[in-house]
């Protein structure tokens, strides 16, 4: 049965899947294919995770191995997906600094595609690792970490490159309360003059936008509150409204599937993402595409974007715009760049949305912009490799881990590797 991404707007070119359940078997799957890559849940939107020979999945490696409450740090297998451990981190005292909008998404992918949460020190899900483990294209297990190994920023977030990853070890802190608020109708005038203040208005502050109007449709502020702190939210921030009810990023669908808002606090994985993990996540049948700039810039590429509103509307669902704080991941977008990321969610109109995203690269192209590495872009590779200044040790580190091309695919090639390495 051919085998589909979590949207479905994918079908992945072989149904030769292994699912190991522990490293032994995926040294023995690895060392038995010629061709391979490692497949998590599914929510990447391109073919990075495409193989058309093997695919090796890591949904049974999803076990929590150790939390260690004197180094304050959580072992997972890398198959297990944030919504399945959070609780117990909380339940130890323990919170992940951020997490992304879907509580879904395996730990391994996530961190090796650089997906993020948001707020303005907040770093993607990648800068919470502190060592992983993998096994390399000869069966070898290889551990990593951020004291001893040069090589781990070259590894975390590592498109599947190097080997498949079959643990992870990320950084604890504090368990912490979050109340959220949503706020309806913030004019873009505000937003111009006050960026900075808007995107810092909470721990983590996400703007929701149909590019249609003149105003930004929500806010969407999660603050950290401390047990039995009461805090009446004020009515109004920056001109626009509290809403008097939940909603959703797009305010004609039920928010029966988002975390709770109004100013209900409660635990960090509760409010961090916008949806519950037992429901499901975002819309379900969609496309999604993001664009990542310097967070200096962050206005006027929004403002570049706007102009393409009427070509914008027929395809877009919604557009989320997020903070990320930098970090030292190689492949990162937000590699040594304070970011904003303008992501769009998109109706399943293939050849529409193909027609779109040059040319709001295009409307981007002078912020020096860099895309989601799990979702749709049609960056050039020249251009890429421009835009990552550790693109060459990446491709040197390839060499060393898979100097045979067993983790290699069309995608890679293409994006990453281009002339240099078949």
């Keep these: 049965m051919a085998l589909k991404n979590?949207?479905?707007?994918?079908?992945?070119?072989t149904t030769n899947v292994f699912t190991p359940r522990t490293v032994a078997e995926v040294q023995e799957a690895i060392r038995g294919c010629t061709h391979v890559r490692a497949l998590g849940t599914r929510h990447?939107?391109?073919?990075?995770?495409?193989?058309?020979h093997n695919l090796i999945s890591t949904q049974n490696l999803n076990k929590v191995i150790d939390i260690n409450k004197e180094a304050r740090t959580i072992t997972v297998e890398a198959g297990v997906r944030y919504g399945e451990f959070c609780d117990q981190i909380d339940h130890a005292g323990f919170a992940i600094h951020n997490l992304a909008s879907l509580p879904h998404i395996s730990v391994a992918g996530a961190c090796a595609t650089?997906?993020?949460?948001?707020?303005?020190s907040n770093g993607n899900l990648a800068t919470s690792v502190s060592a992983l483990e993998l096994v390399k294209a000869n069966g070898e297990v290889v551990t990593l970490s951020r004291d001893k190994d040069p090589d781990f920023y070259g590894a975390v977030v590592s498109l599947g490159a190097l080997g498949v990853i079959t643990k992870m070890t990320l950084d604890l802190v504090p368990a912490f309360l979050v109340r959220q608020d949503v706020y309806l109708n913030l004019s873009m005038t505000q937003l111009e003059n006050h960026f900075d203040k808007i995107m810092s208005g909470g721990y983590s502050v996400s703007l929701f936008y149909d590019w249609q109007t003149e105003n930004i449709n929500q806010v969407w502020i999660k603050r950290v509150v401390k047990k039995g702190e009461a805090i009446k939210a004020e009515q109004t921030f920056f001109g626009s409204t509290l809403a008097d009810k939940n909603v959703h990023p797009i305010?004609?669908?039920?928010?029966?599937?988002c975390t709770e808002q109004m100013g209900e606090a409660g635990s960090w994985y509760e409010r961090l993402p916008h949806f519950k993990m037992n429901f499901t996540p975002s819309s379900g049948e969609e496309l999604q595409a993001e664009f990542f700039v310097p967070y200096q810039h962050a206005v006027d590429a929004i403002k570049a974007v706007?102009?393409?509103?009427?070509?914008i509307k027929p395809v877009l669902m919604i557009t989320e715009i997020r903070a990320i704080a930098p970090d030292d991941f190689w492949m990162s977008p937000c590699y040594h760049q304070k970011s904003v990321a303008i992501h769009f969610t998109l109706k399943q109109k293939i050849e529409e949305v193909n027609a779109l995203l040059p040319k709001i690269e295009e409307k981007l192209s002078p912020f020096v912009v860099r895309p989601h590495w799990g979702k749709l872009f049609t960056i050039t590779p020249a251009t890429l490799k421009s835009r990552y200044e550790k693109m060459s040790d990446f491709k040197q580190l390839i060499a060393r881990y898979d100097p045979e091309g067993k983790f290699r695919n069309d995608f890679l090639n293409a994006s990453v590797l281009g002339s240099v390495l078949k």
Excluded: K, M, P, Q
């Design 44 to 52: 990447c939107f391109n073919r990075i995770a495409d193989s058309e």
């Design 114 to 120: 650089a997906t993020h949460g948001s707020g303005v």
């Design 6 to 13: 979590w949207s479905g707007n994918l079908t992945y070119s």
């Design 251 to 257: 305010l004609e669908v039920s928010a029966e599937n």
């Design 306 to 311: 706007a102009s393409l509103r009427d070509e």
